[in-house]
């Protein structure tokens, strides 16, 4: 996925693996969101997800460079990779 600058994508899913691997250093504001399980990974950063207090949810939201587009992903219980 190459993203233009001031672009944005929004990947709402239910229960696929949904993986990115950009070819250069993008620049870019992530916004990932696990509704039931599954996983988020990133290589772009050291960022964690991090699960909420009650349920299985988890979230990871992070900015690369000057963050000129943005990612938007969700997913019910798939796993969510970007790198």
Same mark, same amino acid.
Request: contains cysteine; proline residues 2%.
């Given at each position: 996925?190459?993203? %233009?600058?001031?672009? =944005?994508?929004?990947?709402?899913?239910?229960? =696929?693996?949904?993986? +990115?691997?950009?070819? +250069? @250093?993008?620049?870019?504001?992530?916004?990932?969101?696990?509704?039931?399980?599954?996983?988020?990974?990133?290589?772009?950063?050291?960022?964690?997800?991090?699960?909420? /207090?009650?349920?299985?949810?988890? *979230?990871?939201?992070?900015? *690369?460079?000057? %963050?000129?587009?943005?990612?938007?992903? @969700?997913?019910?219980?798939?796993?969510?990779?970007? /790198?």
């Amino acid at each position: 996925m190459l993203l %233009a600058r001031s672009n =944005s994508a929004n990947i709402p899913d239910e229960k =696929s693996t949904f993986r +990115c691997f950009f070819l +250069c @250093s993008e620049q870019a504001s992530f916004n990932l969101k696990n509704n039931a399980g599954g996983d988020i990974v990133t290589g772009l950063t050291s960022a964690k997800a991090k699960r909420v /207090k009650y349920g299985p949810s988890s *979230t990871l939201s992070f900015e *690369t460079g000057n %963050a000129s587009s943005s990612v938007r992903a @969700s997913t019910v219980s798939g796993l969510i990779e970007v /790198k």
